[in-house]
């Protein structure tokens, strides 16, 4: 009996050691910028808050810098379940068929960050996030970066500066139409290339907003670049739908609040990490930063509002009215 009585204490000795010393729940957070941009700072608050907020029974193991995935891979390794989490530019959604989110890559479609925050804060935010959800993706949050600045080594002034230049895209139609009526040759590339595709010549010229041009070093391959704010580049906070749901509901609501400051956080910072970028190129003065006169932004606007029309049909006329509407 008393053997008996040992082995059963032994025995619930070693569950609760086990119950203990349980596995915390990993969840691997996978980018493409460097840690020091609005979105890597995003994606490492969100793993303090994260951890914090579920005592240590999550883990988050954030991967910066196309360290696990490029960008078309972290895609297809979020829906397989390799990765967990990732924030993908809206840009980049395209190619998983929810060709939507494009719209925010029309040119000149935000005049500034209070009519973005209109269309992410709001219905047309929350049902272009709910159209992901037949892909196996859940939408938590969108994540600022900023307006982009257009270089290359020649000047960009008026859209007949683009002519000829090979110009790195991301993976979307709406840029690809956007180069194409600057008579430029639009080229997708993955991010994590696109320093080495400038180097070599391979490209031109790019876009993107000034923390990501000069946590890529790109401002050291690229002699003129214009603060011409034509697009917007921002982030789709996103999770494998099946592992979202699966998680017990005390550990989404922690999440979820973690998610929430997070969200909050990456959305204050994002300006003055650009502004900071920025001021250490021009600091640096290895580019030349050119403001563009009026004159001229009515040309590159004059030059490249046709685009919307012309991705009427691909992006959906309905989201693209129901963005005007937001802003208006
Ligand atoms: C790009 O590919 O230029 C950007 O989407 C990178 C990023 O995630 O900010």
């Known amino acids: 009996m008393k053997k008996i009585f040992t082995l059963t204490l032994v025995a619930s000795a070693l569950m609760a050691s086990s119950a203990w010393a349980a596995d915390p729940l990993v969840i691997k957070f996978s980018h493409v910028v460097a ?20 005592n240590g029974n999550v883990v988050v193991e954030v991967y910066p810098n196309s360290q696990l995935y490029k960008d078309k891979e972290e895609l297809e390794a979020l829906q397989l379940g390799a990765v967990q989490m990732l924030a993908p530019s809206l840009a980049k959604f395209g190619p998983l068929g929810v060709r939507e989110f494009e719209v925010f890559d029309l040119p000149f479609i935000f005049e500034n960050k209070d009519d973005l925050r209109k269309v ?46 090979k110009m790195r895209i991301q993976s979307s139609k709406v840029l690809e139409a956007q180069m194409q009526a600057l008579d430029a040759v639009p080229q997708v590339m993955a991010f994590s290339e696109v320093y080495q595709g400038l180097q070599t010549g391979v490209v031109d010229g790019t876009e993107n907003p000034p923390s990501n041009m000069y946590t890529q070093k790109m401002h050291e391959v690229q002699k003129h670049a214009t603060t011409s704010n034509h697009g917007y580049l921002g982030y789709a906070v996103i999770v494998n739908k099946k592992f979202w749901e699966g998680l017990d509901e005390e550990t989404r609501t922690q999440l979820e609040r973690a998610m929430e400051e997070a969200t909050e956080y990456a959305n204050e910072i994002a300006q003055q990490e650009n502004d900071e970028s920025m ?50």
């Not at 840690?35 to 951890?51: C, H, M, N, S, W």
């Not at 270089?151 to 500066?161: E, K, Q, R, V």
């Not at 190129?281 to 046709?306: H, N, V």
């Open 279 to 328: 001021a250490a190129m021009k600091a640096s003065g290895k580019t030349t930063f050119y403001d563009l006169t009026d004159e001229e932004r009515q040309e590159w606007i004059k030059q490249l509002r046709p685009v919307h029309q012309q991705m009427a049909s691909r992006i959906g006329q309905e989201t693209i009215d129901a963005v005007y509407k937001a802003v208006e």
């Open 35 to 54: 840690p020091d941009t609005p979105k890597g700072k995003g994606a490492d608050r969100f793993k303090q808050l994260a951890e914090e907020y579920t």
């Open 120 to 165: 992410t804060n709001g219905q047309v935010g929350k049902d272009l996030l709910a159209k992901l959800e037949p892909k196996g993706i859940k939408g938590l949050a969108y994540w600022d970066n900023g307006f982009k600045v257009m270089s290359a080594n020649s000047p960009l002034h008026t859209p007949d500066d683009f002519l000829g230049l």
